[in-house]
Structure formats: structure tokens, C-alpha cells
């Protein structure tokens, strides 16, 4: 079999290995650099998307978080809103009570004095009853005297009377 | 789990990327003559077809070269199978290096503007690589042949040219008078220097490693009869220095040197081609016309 020599120009061959490169060029490119290309680009939007979801995740959690804890403080406060009105009330209450308790009690004690005037009152008409009926007694038997019983009441009752004004 | 189905599309494009090399080897078994001593020659033609000008010649260099390039199809369909945006198989890390590391190169050496030459820096250096590497098969290496080179070289020449004159023919007139008129014949022979030169670089290198494996490997064998020849019987023709070293001088003339003018080969194109492209001058004029449009509107 025949050989070239080691330094021999053929230049379609020259043209051959030039289309050669170029459809290797090709190859590469169709079948290696463009796939990989494509794929990286495809895990690069993955990865945003990701990184976008998890600032989105992050950023609802955190307003989430605000809400709640604006309610919580609302919360409190409306809590806070409700005791003091309740304590209010009680505090009302208590006092109306209490001043209910004093005109009572103040009833109570002013009925009771009049009772008192009253009962006191009677014991004196019924003392004064008493002693009319005694001195009439003894002024019958003492006396022996006829009067009229009428006449004889009018004068001790003017008599006691008398006494009665005295001690007041 | 991959499926029955991805495994066996990944042993066809395994046998694929090997049968190539394979078949070439079958061939050089097959059409190589048993050769006495040192000989030192060009690919052998296989046939020749007759054409205008030259007979175009179907030689060795041809063959394995398109046997390379068909191997090469195949690992690219290999290494983007099953490709994912979750990495799911290693091949994936090592095809995503590849492009990634492409794409760095490129944009270091060449700039933004010529982002989209990855792929083509990518095939120069696969092409060159792998057909420098033949030849630990025993092949012979694509890249020791000058029209294989000389052919890539070429089209790196239209490709620094094509970029020269993108600024118009004048201005690609007006750059071989810098920096004075008087040295414009040495400006035009460096023109044409710079193909010939990257051709007949990574050629020579790739050339000299095997001739001077073939040199060796006969001057150990020569050193081991020389010691042994005082043996009986066949005791003297064992070839005790021929075991081992050629292999070790192997890692530097085949696998060495030929990655080394791969990558000289792929760097010089790039520095070239950036090189040549006169990026400010070509703004500016696009500046320009962008703003004569603007006013004619």
C-alpha cells in the first residue's frame, strides 16, 4: 500500500478537514453546549422561582405575624377596656347599694324613732289614763265629794298637762 | 431508577463512541504491511478519487478523523442524556464542566461579544484532542497529517479575517499600514503567516512525538540486544528495554503533548480572533449609524 509523504499538500483534503471542524462545530453545538446551555438556564429559573416563593413564603409569614400581633395588642387593650368597665359598674353598683343600704337604714332608724315617739306617746296617754283614773279614786275616797266625774277629769287632765309641759 | 429503556439507548452510545476506534484499529490490522526497521512516512492512501486540480486522496488521516468526529457525536449524545435540573447522573457534572469551563475560557479570552464561539472552541479542542490521542491506539494520529491542520488553520484564518473586515474593506486595508506604510509587505506575509504557523505548530509537535517514539522504541531494542546478546537461544531476543519505557515516553509524546497542542491550538484561535476584531473602531461606527438613523427619522 502506498503512503504520502510526511509533508504532502492536498488541498481537498484540506477542504474536507475544513468541513470536517465545521460540522463538528455543529455536532457540539446541536448536541452538547445547547442542551446543557438550556438546562442550565432551566435550573437557574428554577432556582429563582424558588428563592421568589420563599421571600413571598417569608413575607406573608411575617405580615401574618404583624396581624396577629396587632390583634393580640387589640386584644388587650379591649380586654383591659372590659375590666375597667366592669370595675366601673361594680364600683357604681357597690355605691348604689351602699346608698340604698343608708336611706334604709336611715327609714329604718327614722321609723323606729317615730315608733318610739309614738309608743312613748301612748305610754303617756295611757300613764296619763292611769293616773286620771287613780286620782279620781283616790280623790273620791279622800273627798267624799260629789263631783261630777266629767268636771274632775277636766281639772286633772289641765293639771297634768300642766306637769307635762313643764318636763318637756 | 433509570428505566430498561435508558440503559440500553446508554449501551448503544457507548458502543458507538468505541466501535469507531474499533473499526480503525480492525483496519490498520487489516491493510497495514509488516514493516522492517525505521520508516517514517505519511498516512497510506487508501483510494484515491480522481477530481479537478488534485486527486482527492482518501488516506488513513481522512478516515480516522471522520471516525473521530463520529466518536465524538456520540459522547456528546452520552454525556447530555438524561440530562436533569437536578443532577441524577455523574456524567451530567462532567458535561456541565465542560460547557461551564468553555464558557469561562471564551469569555476571558475573547470577550462578550464573542460569547457564542464556545461551542466552536469546544470542537477544536475535542477534534484535536482525541486525534492526537489516537495514537496510543497505534493509530495514526489525524493531527500529524499538515492537511488536517492546515485545513483548521484555514478556516481560522477566514474566521480572523471575516472579523477584520467587518469594519469595511477599507479600514482592513488601512491596518496593514500600521504603524508606517513602509512595513505593509511584512504586514501582509505575518497575514498569511499566521494560518501557516498554527498549522505547521501543532503538526510538527504532534509528528515529532511519534517519530521520535518510533526512533526510541528501535534504539531500545537495539540497546537490549546489544546487552543481551551474549544469552543462548532466545533468551537474546527478548527485548528487556522495550518493556515499560516507551509507554512512559508515551505519556509525554502522545497524551501530553498532544492535549498541550490542543489547547495551544484552541487559545490561538481565540487570541486571534478576538485579536483581530477591531471592537472599539466597530462601536464607534455602529454609534454612528445608529445616530445618522435617528436623525433621518
Given at each position: 500500500?502506498?503512503?504520502?509523504?510526511?509533508?504532502?499538500?492536498?488541498i481537498?483534503?484540506?477542504?474536507?478537514?475544513?468541513i470536517?471542524?465545521?460540522?463538528?462545530?455543529?455536532?457540539?453545538?446541536?448536541?452538547?453546549?445547547?442542551?446543557?446551555?438550556?438546562?442550565?438556564?432551566?435550573?437557574?429559573?428554577?432556582?429563582?422561582k424558588?428563592?421568589?416563593?420563599?421571600?413571598?413564603?417569608?413575607?406573608?409569614?411575617?405580615?401574618?405575624?404583624?396581624n396577629?400581633?396587632?390583634k393580640?395588642?387589640?386584644?388587650?387593650?379591649?380586654a383591659?377596656?372590659?375590666?375597667?368597665?366592669?370595675?366601673?359598674?361594680?364600683?357604681?353598683?357597690?355605691?348604689?347599694?351602699?346608698?340604698?343600704?343608708?336611706?334604709?337604714?336611715?327609714?329604718?332608724?327614722?321609723?323606729?324613732?317615730?315608733d318610739?315617739?309614738?309608743?312613748m306617746?301612748?305610754?303617756?296617754?295611757?300613764i296619763?289614763?292611769?293616773?286620771?283614773?287613780?286620782?279620781?279614786?283616790?280623790a273620791?275616797?279622800?273627798?267624799?265629794?260629789?263631783?261630777?266625774?266629767?268636771?274632775?277629769?277636766?281639772?286633772?287632765?289641765?293639771?297634768?298637762?300642766?306637769?307635762g309641759?313643764?318636763?318637756? | 431508577?433509570?428505566?430498561?429503556?435508558?440503559?440500553?439507548?446508554?449501551?448503544?452510545?457507548?458502543?458507538?463512541?468505541i466501535?469507531?476506534?474499533?473499526?480503525?484499529?480492525?483496519?490498520?490490522?487489516?491493510?497495514?504491511?509488516?514493516?522492517e526497521?525505521?520508516s517514517?512516512?505519511?498516512?497510506?492512501?487508501?483510494?484515491?478519487?480522481?477530481?479537478?486540480?488534485?486527486?482527492?486522496?482518501?488516506?488513513?488521516?481522512?478516515?480516522?478523523?471522520?471516525?473521530?468526529?463520529?466518536?465524538i457525536?456520540?459522547?456528546?449524545l452520552?454525556?447530555t442524556?438524561?440530562?436533569?435540573?437536578?443532577?441524577?447522573?455523574?456524567?451530567?457534572?462532567f458535561?456541565?464542566l465542560?460547557?461551564?469551563?468553555?464558557?469561562?475560557?471564551?469569555?476571558?479570552?475573547?470577550?462578550?461579544?464573542f460569547?457564542?464561539?464556545?461551542?466552536?472552541?469546544?470542537?477544536?479542542?475535542?477534534l484535536s484532542?482525541?486525534?492526537?490521542l489516537?495514537?496510543?491506539?497505534?493509530?495514526?494520529?489525524?493531527?500529524s497529517?499538515?492537511?488536517?491542520?492546515?485545513?483548521?488553520?484555514?478556516l481560522?484564518?477566514?474566521?480572523?479575517?471575516?472579523?477584520?473586515?467587518?469594519?469595511?474593506?477599507?479600514?482592513?486595508?488601512?491596518?496593514?499600514?500600521?504603524?508606517?506604510?513602509?512595513?505593509?509587505?511584512?504586514?501582509f506575509?505575518?497575514?498569511?503567516a499566521?494560518?501557516?504557523?498554527?498549522?505547521?505548530?501543532?503538526?510538527?509537535?504532534?509528528?515529532?512525538g511519534?517519530?521520535?517514539s518510533?526512533?526510541?522504541?528501535?534504539?531500545?531494542?537495539?540497546?537490549?540486544?546489544?546487552?543481551?546478546?551474549?544469552?543462548?537461544?532466545?533468551l537474546?531476543?527478548?527485548?528487556?528495554?522495550?518493556?515499560?519505557?516507551p509507554?512512559v515516553?508515551?505519556?509525554?509524546?502522545?497524551?501530553?503533548?498532544?492535549?498541550?497542542?490542543a489547547?495551544?491550538?484552541?487559545?490561538l484561535?481565540?487570541?486571534?480572533v478576538?485579536?483581530?476584531?477591531p471592537?472599539?473602531?466597530?462601536?464607534?461606527?455602529?454609534?454612528?449609524?445608529?445616530?445618522?438613523?435617528l436623525?433621518?427619522?
Amino acid at each position: 500500500m502506498q503512503s504520502l509523504d510526511v509533508i504532502s499538500i492536498n488541498i481537498w483534503q484540506i477542504v474536507v478537514s475544513l468541513i470536517n471542524l465545521v460540522l463538528l462545530f455543529l455536532i457540539v453545538k446541536r448536541f452538547l453546549y445547547k442542551p446543557v446551555k438550556k438546562m442550565l438556564e432551566n435550573r437557574q429559573n428554577e432556582v429563582e422561582k424558588r428563592y421568589s416563593d420563599a421571600e413571598k413564603a417569608n413575607n406573608e409569614a411575617l405580615e401574618n405575624k404583624k396581624n396577629y400581633e396587632e390583634k393580640l395588642s387589640a386584644a388587650s387593650v379591649e380586654a383591659d377596656g372590659i375590666i375597667q368597665s366592669a370595675v366601673d359598674t361594680a364600683k357604681a353598683r357597690e355605691k348604689e347599694i351602699v346608698s340604698d343600704a343608708k336611706l334604709k337604714a336611715e327609714g329604718i332608724i327614722l321609723k323606729a324613732e317615730n315608733d318610739a315617739k309614738l309608743a312613748m306617746l301612748k305610754a303617756e296617754d295611757s300613764i296619763k289614763q292611769e293616773i286620771i283614773d287613780v286620782s279620781t279614786v283616790l280623790a273620791e275616797k279622800m273627798l267624799k265629794r260629789e263631783i261630777s266625774e266629767q268636771d274632775h277629769k277636766d281639772l286633772i287632765d289641765s293639771f297634768i298637762d300642766n306637769i307635762g309641759d313643764g318636763d318637756e | 431508577m433509570k428505566s430498561l429503556k435508558f440503559k440500553i439507548i446508554d449501551i448503544i452510545y457507548i458502543v458507538m463512541m468505541i466501535l469507531p476506534i474499533a473499526f480503525a484499529i480492525v483496519l490498520q490490522v487489516l491493510t497495514k504491511p509488516v514493516s522492517e526497521g525505521i520508516s517514517i512516512s505519511g498516512a497510506r492512501i487508501f483510494f484515491t478519487i480522481p477530481m479537478p486540480i488534485q486527486d482527492f486522496i482518501v488516506s488513513e488521516s481522512q478516515v480516522n478523523s471522520a471516525l473521530v468526529i463520529v466518536s465524538i457525536l456520540f459522547l456528546c449524545l452520552y454525556l447530555t442524556h438524561g440530562l436533569k435540573e437536578r443532577i441524577e447522573l455523574k456524567r451530567q457534572h462532567f458535561a456541565e464542566l465542560i460547557v461551564e469551563k468553555a464558557d469561562g475560557l471564551v469569555k476571558d479570552n475573547m470577550g462578550e461579544y464573542f460569547k457564542g464561539y464556545s461551542p466552536f472552541i469546544i470542537a477544536i479542542m475535542a477534534l484535536s484532542a482525541f486525534s492526537s490521542l489516537l495514537s496510543l491506539f497505534g493509530l495514526f494520529a489525524p493531527t500529524s497529517d499538515i492537511n488536517i491542520v492546515g485545513g483548521w488553520a484555514i478556516l481560522v484564518f477566514f474566521l480572523i479575517t471575516y472579523y477584520k473586515l467587518k469594519c469595511g474593506p477599507l479600514y482592513y486595508l488601512k491596518g496593514f499600514t500600521e504603524p508606517v506604510a513602509l512595513l505593509a509587505p511584512i504586514n501582509f506575509i505575518s497575514e498569511f503567516a499566521t494560518p501557516v504557523s498554527m498549522a505547521f505548530r501543532h503538526y510538527g509537535n504532534v509528528l515529532s512525538g511519534s517519530v521520535i517514539s518510533v526512533l526510541l522504541g528501535t534504539a531500545l531494542g537495539g540497546l537490549s540486544s546489544m546487552v543481551l546478546k551474549w544469552l543462548p537461544g532466545f533468551l537474546a531476543d527478548i527485548p528487556l528495554f522495550q518493556i515499560g519505557i516507551p509507554a512512559v515516553l508515551s505519556i509525554y509524546f502522545d497524551v501530553f503533548s498532544g492535549l498541550l497542542q490542543a489547547f495551544i491550538f484552541a487559545m490561538l484561535t481565540m487570541m486571534y480572533v478576538s485579536g483581530g476584531f477591531p471592537i472599539d473602531e466597530y462601536n464607534r461606527r455602529r454609534l454612528k449609524k445608529a445616530q445618522k438613523a435617528l436623525n433621518n427619522k
